[in-house]
Each structure stands twice: as C-alpha cells, then as structure tokens.
C-alpha cells in the first residue's frame, strides 16, 4: 500500500512536470511553453556626476579706522575725518557646473534602459543569471551578461559563457534538411521510409505515411517525449549514459497517436530528431558534421557546437531547476546538498551538480546546440539572409502550416504589424528565445539560467525590443 502511494506521488510529480520543458521546450506560439572570437560587449553606463558645491566666496578684508595724529598741547584738535564705510566689493556669481551627461554607448541603444528592463525581469523571476545579444544587419552583435552563472562562486554570468539554446536548435536543423533537398537528396512528401526503411516506426500506425514535412511541422501526432513521465523515469535512472537518437524514436513510437495524424498541430521534438537520423542515413555522415558544413560554417559561427558529436571548448555554466521541475528531480534523483540553493526565496537544483551525458544528449538535433550567446542572433537571422536555402525552400520553411503560428520548424509571428520568426528553447535548465524581424533587419537572443523562469523570458523579450527599435530609429 505504501510502495503505491509513493508511486502514485511520483507520478503526480512527473504529470505536473509536463507543464514545463524538458529535454527541449516547446515552443507552440499559441500556447504556452513548458560565438565570436570578439563579440562587442557592453560597457557600463557611467554613473551620473553631480555637479560640484560652489566654494564660499572670498569676503573682504576688513578696513582698519584711521587712527588721528596727537595735536600740540596749544593748538586745538581738529575733528577727525570720518573714513566713510567701505564698500564690500561685489560677490563673483559663481558659474553653474552641469552634470556630466552620460557617455553614450558605442551602440547606439539605451542602455540604461536596457539594464533596468533586465534588472526588473530577472527580480520578478527570480533569475541568477541572464545573457543578451541584439544585432542590426550583419553587424557583430552587441551582447550583454547580467548576475552570476554560479550561485555558489558568485561567477559573474558574461556573454562569453556556453548555454543550451534548446528548441532553437529546430530551426538550424531544418535549414540543413531544406539544403539536401535543394541538393535533390531529400524530398519533404517523400515517405521516411524511402530513407529509413520499412522498420523505423516499429508499431506506430501512421508510420508508413509520415513525411518530413509532417516531422518538422508537427503534424505527426507523436507525444511530446520531453514532457512524458515515463521518460523523465527513464533519464533520472541512467544520467551519466548517452540516450541515443534510436532509443528517442523507439521510446516515441511505442505510443498510440495523441493527436490527429497530418490535420492537427502537435509539439513534438521527436521529429527534429527523426529528421536527423534522415540527415546521416542518407549522408553517410553524423548530424553534426553537416550541420556545421550546411549551416554553422556558411555563418561564421565559431562558438556554436551540436553535442555529443562536438563540444565547446568549456562545458556550460551552471542552471538551475526550479518550481515542479526541482520537485521532480529531488523527488527521483540522490541530489547532493552542494546542489541545493534558496535564491530570493526560491528553491533551486544546480543542474550542473548531475551528470550531464543524458541532458546533453536528449535533445539533438531536436534542442541539443550549446553556443555563446553573441552568436545566437548571427544564427538566427543566417536561417533566412544567409543564402542557405533555394527561395523555394525558404518559401517552405515560412509557410503556415496547421498552426498558422508555425511553419517547419518556425515559429511565425507579427509583432506590432511586422513579419517576425521566432523560436524557444527550454532545456534543464536554460530558457532561451530567439527571434528575427525582417523588415528592420533585426535579430535578438535571451537566455536565463533557470527553468522555468516565471514571468516567461518571452515577457522580458516583449519589453526589449521597443527600447532596442527606438533606440536605434527603427520605428518609422
């Protein structure tokens, strides 16, 4: 009876997990969501300077009285002149000292509006650290670090740190796919079979139609396997062994469809990840060398990596899980006490303090790049300016599918009248958010190092960008 009730706990835990991203976020834009060798870096504004006090004025010596010379004893005194007063010279008016107007930032953009939009987010949300990178065209990116990447050091947080990007990955791996099939090595209504054969599905019903036009736009109806408990069960037992893409599709394709097949728009990161098994059967080569042959190379990007076949030169800073996803961890896993932390009056687990080859490899092709955030708006904006793609495939990544809010692997917005791509990226524990407006040529990236941040990081990036298009005269 008692092993039940812990057993019925722990799968309340894992249910309530579903509500937050896990190996990679979802990014439904209807719903809600569960690196430059010399990137400019922010200078800090320079404290106002208050003008001096002006200094008492000098007063006038005082002017001795004439003293009258003594007069004969026979003559007779004359009246001592009266030395009139003297006149106290005229006060100088000291001049007025200004204060020093703030030195304008080398960018352009408010900064001080900036730091206090950030200030205020990451007080509401309770964030140790928080990393920003904007861009105009192809300009470096200007980037900024706010806090500390380490509750227990106090490590500043600077933009030269790796973080995990998530479910930004989605967008990278579609542009790779859309390359091959501007190369006529893939076909987006082909069935997968012609490229995985006949057994990739195992029992899914649908498996013989799907298509991957189907796997990058959701239309699949495969469960989301980052919000499954029974694959948090699965990570919590083995965090220090690679979960491999194979076991990801077996594990997905075990369930029965949840969602309409090819009519109904459902988050699946399974997809992305199927698609890059497609990637390497039909290349002979791993994801991630082409990758950063058709993508990330093209793009300059130096401080981008798709683990585990790639790492960056240093592992990520620290993150932290919070809120159900720190109940669930502590709940299933041997947390150290190292790991444990009371951040303005919240409770957090150091994600760093646990193995990472199963966080690190849960994702992929799906939610797996680690990157400097300098180099996520470069990414970004080099999806759909970089002449990665065909006009006609681009025409196909931007297109409203089911969900008019997403195309393949994309999210499609309009932000005060104007087109934008945008995407999220959720993974324990980093909130990441991407977007990129075409008509002002602007690209912005935020990531915080706590999942999940509540006000959402996308409220922060709401507040930004008009600070960002004003700043920079972008609004007529």
Known sequence: MLRSSVAKLLWA??????????????????????????????????????????????????????????????????????????????????????????????????????????????????????????????????????????????????????????????????????????????????????????????????????????????????????????????????????????EIVRFTTTYGPVAEFETEYHYSTAGHVIAGTIIEAVTGNPAHVEIRSRVLDPLGLENTYLPPGELPPEPVVNSYSGGLLYTAFTSLTNAPDEALHVFKGNDYLATNSYPQEFLQTAGWTGGGIEAQIGDVPKLFRGLFTGGLLSEDSLAEMTASGVNPGYGLGVGIDDIDGRLAYSHGGGTPAFRTRALYIPELDLALAANANVLPPDPDIQELVDVLLPIVIQSWGLNS
């Open 13 to 246: 835990l894992l249910l309530a997990l579903a509500l937050v991203a896990g190996a990679c976020g979802n990014d439904d834009p209807k719903t809600a969501e569960s690196p430059l060798a010399a990137v400019p870096t922010a200078e800090p504004t320079p404290a106002s300077t208050q003008a001096p006090a002006p200094e008492d004025p000098p007063q006038p010596e005082p002017t001795a009285e004439p003293t009258p010379e003594a007069a004969p004893d026979d003559a007779e005194a004359p009246a001592p002149e009266i030395a009139p007063e003297p006149t106290p010279p005229a006060e100088p008016t000291p001049e007025a000292t200004l204060a020093a107007e703030p030195e304008a930032h080398p960018s352009g953009l408010d900064v001080a509006a900036i730091e206090a939009a950030a200030a205020d987010w990451m007080e509401a949300a309770r964030i140790p650290g928080l990393v920003l990178a904007v861009a105009r065209g192809d300009d470096e990116p200007w980037t900024f670090g706010w806090g500390v990447s380490d509750l227990a050091t106090e490590e500043p947080m600077t933009p030269n740190a790796f973080v995990r990007i998530g479910s930004v990955t989605k967008p990278v791996t579609t542009v790779a796919v859309l390359s091959m099939v501007d190369d006529g090595l893939l076909d987006l209504d082909v069935p997968v079979t012609a490229y995985l054969g006949d057994d990739w599905y195992g029992t899914y019903v649908y498996g013989p139609d799907i298509t991957l036009r189907h796997l990058m736009g959701h239309t699949t109806g495969f469960v989301e396997y980052a919000f499954d408990p029974g694959f948090f069960i699965l990570g919590s037992a083995r965090l220090s062994v690679p979960i491999a893409p194979e």
